[in-house]
């Protein structure tokens, strides 16, 4: 656990620096230097083809993550690979023939309510193409053991980009159009950046002659666009639907507060680079205690630290709406409720890498796939009846029912379950320090108020935890820095 603690720091450390930057972004830039129309049409864009990513992409990411490590040769390791990079374009060149001949078809469902949609089904097909081969390489550098090259093109090189653009606009340099043609470009140049690292890492020996299980992997890949599909459909369907209901800047409205409450699941996305592969290694060796141990101790790390984001977001967002423009305010019920699921998905630890990598990955994929259908109805129901705040609920309550059900089934089948004495002790904290912050106010100075609540939360709580060792990771990892202090 040390080395995955290790490593998930580095890749936090990544991730945060592009969340920075994305914060950048999604609450200053794009909200002064686009329309709140355009604005949301990037929103539904991005998240259309985040949707598509899983069926283009072939379940090919985690297929090549299940698997990689079974094969103890080279040659038959050069089959399975070569496999993982052609089983793509099975999907993306009938879909892109269906786009371009039913392009007037499907644009037009998509301008169902928002008729500025119409002209950009390419944008999202390429970019959704774009999305499904990053993660195909990505994976292959993860089965390296190599992911802070890839974490950094994910979290990092896009939103710097976007950036650049979005000031290309301010500037008059770009027009909008010309901003949504770069993010295509941008899209592609990352996906062959991390083609170039992936070859670089592991040259491609190009077989022909396929793995002795090569039909088990196809299904298995088939099975998981279904499973992928359920996930991102659980993220990213409540912009897509809201698009399809009410006025699409509603979707640049809902974008900035669920971007302040996805800031709590950076630890995890850091965490699950290292410990998917781990998991995977550990399931096919059969390791029945090293998996108890990862599983107690990485729900345990991410729940205290997604925890204290938690409270500092929730502490904090009165005064940080206050540099936002006033149309993007009043969005605390959905920071309130994204928050709380992606704190939920935290404390829920590896439980979907131990089911995808088990012979119960069918169940799963199914149970997903009808969660899936789900959140539709849920999206039916109250994006409508209200608005954004029925969007962010639709997904607390899918997700939340997705999350309880594999915890179960974890626990049915495995007899494995994340939760210690010592989740109760954080959990007991949480609530405490909330309880004592919520109020502390500094009229007129949010940026002191802002300061001073995070400084003194972040300091009692880490002082609790070492004193009370909640955590052997953190106790360690203070450990390791006061002893470089005192020897200075």
Known sequence: MGIVFRQSLSNTVVTYLGFAIGGLNALFLYARFLSPEYYGLVGVILSTSAILTPLLAFGVPNTMIKYFSSFK??????????????????????????????????????????A?????????????????????????????????????????????????????????????????????ALYLL???????????????????????????????????IFGGSASVLLLELDRFMINQFIAIENVAYYSVAVFIATVIAVPFRSMHQVTYPLTAEIMNRNDRTALKRLYQKSSLTLYLVSGLIFLLILINLDDLYLFLPEAYRGGFLVVLIIGLIRVYDAISGINSAILYNSEYYREVLVMGFGLAMMIILFNLWLIPLMGIIGAALASLLAIGIYDSIKLYYVWKKFGLHPFTADSARLTALLLALWGIFHFMRIPGYPIAGILLRSILLVTIYLAVLYRFRISEDVSELLNSIFKKGNKR
């Open 73 to 114: 040769d080279r040659q038959s390791a050069s089959g399975f690979l070569s496999l993982m990079l052609l089983l793509p374009i099975l999907i993306i060149l009938p879909l892109g023939l269906l786009s371009y001949l039913a392009d007037d078809l499907i644009g037009r469902f998509l301008a169902h309510r928002n």
């Open 190 to 224: 990352r996906m062959l950046l991390m083609l170039a690292y992936a070859f670089r890492l592991r040259a491609p020996e190009w077989r022909l002659q396929w793995p002795a299980n090569t039909r088990t992997i196809i299904n298995y890949s088939f099975l998981i």
């Open 116 to 184: 500025i949609v119409r002209d950009y089904v390419w944008h999202i097909f390429l970019i959704g193409l774009a999305m499904a081969y990053f993660e195909v390489f990505f994976s292959w550098s993860k089965v390296q053991m190599k992911t802070v090259y890839g974490n950094f093109m994910k979290e990092v090189f896009v939103r710097g980009g976007v950036s650049l653009l979005l000031f290309g606009v301010f500037f008059h340099y770009l027009s909008v159009t010309d901003f949504l043609n770069a993010l295509v």
